[in-house]
């Protein structure tokens, strides 16, 4: 909660000094702010989606709202929340002595938000929030994993049972990230913006990259907590990765 | 102005393949109803023609019916040119650079009608003639009978007869339809048809579009004669209007510049500021390249006509056949507003020359005054900015008696250019109290003398420098032996070198111009005291009295002229989408003021497309801005300048109470190459971004231009200025944003 406050009170203020400070901006016609509903899209090649499917042609989904406001005639901030559901094939970091048939079904659901602030810069001489774009900005991400943990159960070469899993299942998860965007904005009909860009989140969590998020020091450990830590930030850089957005919004005032 | 500017509003010229002119020479007319004591600019009168209210279309389709019933089914190149030709002459028509229903159209008219009555059955239909506000000697048509006649010829022609020929020439274009064989020639160049495929290159394609263009001029020469002999007009009026063509870039006269033009009694110029003699004309045509002019050089035409005249008795005929006083009146009419047309192209000194070749038979005119005060004004704006040859050329390039004028003011500095135009101006002032640019050049002069030169009353003489010497002298007697000082004094007093020093000396009388003075010294001290200012008042704008009254003054309302727009179907921007560009200009029209008026301002239009057949008032309205407005965007380089028209202008704002005009346009084109940023994304990213970028490969990109200012028409400022390119097309909401945000710096500024 400290961190989410944090982040609104820098938010807030610093659009409170943009607006002092830039007060003249002509925006669009005089409409600065801008609502908008976004839909990311991306490809599930390798991890399967809401559907639990997976390959070229299945599509991820991330939903998301977004506030911006133009500040002057080059630059809007934006604030942007993202809801998304997705699958996450746990089975892919079990260790492989850990195996029983039933594994292969062992998916998580992953239920995640993202909280952004980016800094849209409409580089083609146009006035934002109009034309071509490119944005930057930092993205906290908080997510969710629960599972089944029935689906985990195994037997090992002794004949041994077990969960592989612990028993809580239930885990949230946090991390800052960062993303960058190249899009485009139109109005229509006065009101109403179309939006649509390329999008590429990166996720800073400690150890997408190197492989140590809990457990110590270990970077081979195969405790079931770093299996599920991993899993899910994987899951969420692929998801996210690169997304293609269409976004429709309006311009209240 | 405030702001260096270049207009996007660049004025489309009259290309050369659409116009077929001869660059010729001289006038004429009569009904009293402009009288030249009382000259002003020229004005045409009701009704409006069609083409300065009528939409593009409308316009067009009737030209295109009027096409389709001389020659049948339209082939697409010759829709194309009508096009063309349609709108070229239409913008003419809109600018306001077309007189008609004038003295003057009226009396060329007439001439037109004698030519056209003898060779009826020869010309397809009587042609209406139409006179161009432009000082270059010349007349042209287009395809439809349409006979266009510049001011600068009528200017130049000794008789009715030279101008008869002049337009019995321009029948033979109309004729032979000749604009539209010059069309499909150039086609063919284009194409590398027939006899061009060996031509490749621009110059080449040049070269064979100039070498079409003189065989139709010759056959002109040749026909028009046959037309013109048929007429009761001296014969060897068609071989005399050749001279005047060759001689048609000089004055329209030859007389001797009187050296005491500028001197009072008091007042006597060096002799080093005069030539003992000016050079002579030169009258051989120096051609560089033949194969690169539309005409053939005049030496040859004259051959050709002699030819064709043969034997004949060059004086029979008569030089008249409408009225002689008709021919000096219209000519003196074209003559005085030729003055304004050389103030209008920055040609200061041809001005001062022509005013003063008219003062001679009208020497209290107050037009004629007001062009030298003027072009006196302008010239020591320019001076002082050290920029005068921008308007002044060097004297050594002029040839004839108008050299004296060049010289003169090239070998004036700026202080002494300064003290004469000063003192020209308050002459002016003190003679007409009522007029007040007379009242705001005196003024403003004088204030520059004062701060850009940093003078006092000590730096002139109170008394004739004969009375001074007289003193001197007599002071002198009772001394045994001169002092080094006195004798410099002395010398000082004798030497012609300090003119200027006397300048006003009648002026220093005068109560008002020492109360001015004192003023001006006044301020001049205080501000000089805060030395952070001393390098910025020697910058200033004298026109605008350096201060605005209105600086803090919100502007309310705006007046929108009619804006451009310039859609271009090709990537080079050559091929232009008339009707496209139209309907887009009235979008545009209507979303300025949508937009102004959502941005909280009055906004109002002044464009010939909303005008009624009987809108004079408006239509003349907008003339004189329009007027203004090009005259006054030349003056980009120096600050404060005044323009032929503001005294006009000022009549304009008074009776409206609008001073705040708005101009814009917007040119849209295809680009050459797409987004290649997205098209990279799309290599790299193939699984979503391959289809974006192979789309931004696909669809072709455009670039728009979006330019715009507002003027102030009553201290000639430009309050916002604002050129902006951008590699997206001209779609609605793009420009929406770009005119709401134009009238939002209005408004915030």
């Not at chain 2, 304004?340 to 920055?346: A, G, N, P, S, T």
């Not at chain 2, 329009?626 to 980009?636: A, K, L, P, S, T």
Request: net charge neutral; proline share 3%.
């Amino acid at each position: 909660m400290k961190t989410i406050r944090a982040f609104f009170i820098t938010v807030i203020t610093g659009l409170l000094t943009i607006q002092a400070a830039e007060s003249q901006s002509p925006s669009y016609k005089g409409r600065n702010f801008s609502v908008t509903l976004e839909n990311f899209l991306s490809s599930s090649v390798y991890f399967p989606n809401s559907n639990g499917e997976s390959g070229l042609l299945s599509l991820n989904n991330r939903h998301g709202l977004r506030m911006g406001y133009a500040f002057n005639e080059d630059y809007e901030v934006n604030l942007t929340y993202n809801l998304y559901h997705t699958n996450v094939a746990l089975v892919d970091n079990v260790p492989d002595r850990y195996t029983a048939p039933n594994f292969q079904d062992g998916m998580g659901d992953l239920t995640g938000h993202n909280l952004g602030l980016n800094l849209r810069y409409y580089y083609k001489n146009t006035i934002a929030p109009l034309g071509p774009y490119l944005e930057i900005g930092p993205v906290y991400y908080k997510y969710n994993l629960s599972y089944d943990r029935a689906h985990f159960r195994y037997q090992d070469a002794n004949g041994n049972t077990g969960y592989f899993l612990p028993e809580k299942e239930s885990y949230d998860y946090s991390d800052w990230g960062f993303r960058f965007g190249a899009g485009h904005q139109r109005v229509l009909f006065d009101y109403l913006t179309l939006d649509y860009s390329l999008q590429m989140n990166i996720n800073f969590a400690e150890g997408f990259f190197s492989d140590g998020y809990c457990c110590g020091d270990d970077p081979h450990s195969e405790a079931p907590e770093k299996v599920l830590r991993l899993s899910s930030t994987t899951r969420v850089q692929g998801h996210q990765f690169i997304s293609l957005k269409v976004a429709i919004g309006y311009l209240p005032f | 102005m405030k702001q260096h500017y270049r207009s996007f509003i660049q004025q489309f010229s009259l290309a050369g393949y659409l116009v077929l002119s001869l660059g010729f020479g001289l006038i004429a007319f009569q009904n009293q109803a402009q009288s030249l004591r009382n000259f002003e600019p020229l004005k045409a009168n009701a009704p409006l023609p069609g083409r300065v209210y009528k939409t593009f279309e409308a316009q067009l389709e009737s030209d295109m019916a009027s096409f389709k019933a001389e020659k049948g089914n339209l082939t697409d190149p010759e829709k194309r040119f009508i096009k063309k030709q349609s709108f070229a002459i239409n913008t003419q028509f809109q600018r306001g650079h077309i007189l008609f229903n004038d003295t003057l159209t009226h009396y060329v008219q007439k001439i037109s009608d004698q030519v056209y009555e003898q060779n009826k059955s020869l010309i397809r239909e009587r042609p209406k003639v139409y006179i161009v506000n432009s000082p270059i000697a010349s007349a042209f048509v287009f395809h439809f009978n349409q006979v266009f006649v510049n001011i600068g010829l009528i200017t130049q022609v000794q008789n009715e007869a030279e101008l008869a020929y002049v337009l019995a020439h321009e029948f033979v274009h109309y004729q032979q339809r000749h604009a539209l064989k010059r069309y499909k020639e150039e086609q063919r160049i284009l194409n590398g048809e027939k006899t061009y495929q060996e031509v490749k290159t621009k110059y080449e394609a040049a070269i064979a579009k100039n070498l079409f263009s003189q065989v139709n001029e010759r056959e002109a020469d040749v026909q028009g004669l046959k037309y013109f002999n048929n007429t009761d007009y001296q014969k060897g009026a068609s071989y005399q209007a050749f001279e005047v063509l060759k001689y048609a870039k000089f004055p329209f006269t030859e007389i001797p510049f009187d050296r005491s033009f500028f001197e009072t009694d008091f007042l006597k110029f060096s002799d080093k500021l005069f030539l003992d003699e000016t050079s002579a004309i030169n009258p051989d045509e120096t051609i560089a390249n033949e194969a690169m002019r539309t005409h053939p050089n005049v030496e040859k035409r004259k051959r050709s006509l002699e030819k064709e005249l043969g034997t004949a008795d060059l004086d029979d005929g008569e030089p008249f056949l409408v009225s002689e006083q008709a021919f000096r009146y219209a000519q003196g009419l074209a003559r005085f507003q030729i003055c304004q047309l050389y103030l209008q192209e920055r040609e200061y000194a041809k001005a001062i020359y022509c005013a003063y070749a008219l003062q001679q038979d009208h020497p209290d005119n107050q037009f004629l005054k007001s062009v030298i005060n003027t072009a006196l004004y302008n010239l020591t704006m320019y001076n002082n900015a050290d920029k005068l040859d921008k308007v002044l050329p060097d004297y050594e390039e002029i040839e004839g008696r108008s050299q004296q004028v060049y010289h003169f003011l090239n070998k004036l500095s700026p202080v002494e250019m300064n003290t004469l135009s000063t003192r020209y101006a308050w002459e002016l002032k003190r003679d007409y109290p009522d007029n007040e640019i007379f009242q705001t050049t005196a003024n403003n002069l004088l204030k520059a003398l004062i701060f850009k030169h940093d003078l006092s009353k000590q730096n002139f003489y109170e008394k004739p420098r004969k009375t001074l010497l007289k003193a001197k002298q007599k002071e002198m007697e009772n001394k045994d032996d001169l002092s080094k000082y006195d004798r410099i004094e002395i010398d000082q007093l004798k030497t012609k070198n300090n003119f200027r020093k006397f300048a006003f000396v009648e002026l220093l009388k005068d109560p008002g111009f020492n109360k001015t003075f004192d003023q001006l010294i006044e301020e001049y001290n205080k501000k000089k005291l805060n030395t952070d200012v001393a390098d910025e008042l020697k910058q200033v704008s004298f026109f605008n009295n350096a201060e605005r009254d209105s600086a803090d003054e919100q502007i309310g309302g705006v007046t929108v002229m009619k804006p451009a727009y310039k859609v271009y179907k090709s990537k080079d921007g050559a091929e232009r989408a008339f009707i496209e560009s139209e309907q887009r200009r009235r979008w545009l029209t209507k979303t300025l003021q949508k937009n102004g008026e959502l941005a909280g301002l009055d906004v109002n239009k002044l464009n010939p497309a909303f005008f009624e057949q009987n809108d004079m008032e408006l239509y003349h309205r907008m003339v004189t801005v329009n007027q203004w407005h090009n005259e006054i965007r030349r003056h980009n380089d120096v600050g404060g300048l005044l323009s032929s028209r503001q005294g006009a202008v000022n009549d304009v704002i008074e009776k409206t109470g609008k001073r705040y005009y708005l101009w814009s346009g917007v040119a849209n084109k295809k680009r050459e190459v797409d987004n290649e940023f997205l098209a990279l994304l799309g290599w790299a990213t193939p699984i979503v971004g391959a289809p974006i970028g192979l789309y931004r490969w696909i669809k072709p990109g455009y670039e728009t231009q979006y330019q715009t200012y507002l003027l102030d028409l009553k201290e000639a400022e430009m309050e916002i200025s604002e050129d902006r390119r951008f590699e997206e097309g001209d779609q609605k909401d793009y420009m929406e944003s770009l005119t709401y945000n134009t009238f939002h710096q209005i408004v915030n500024q």
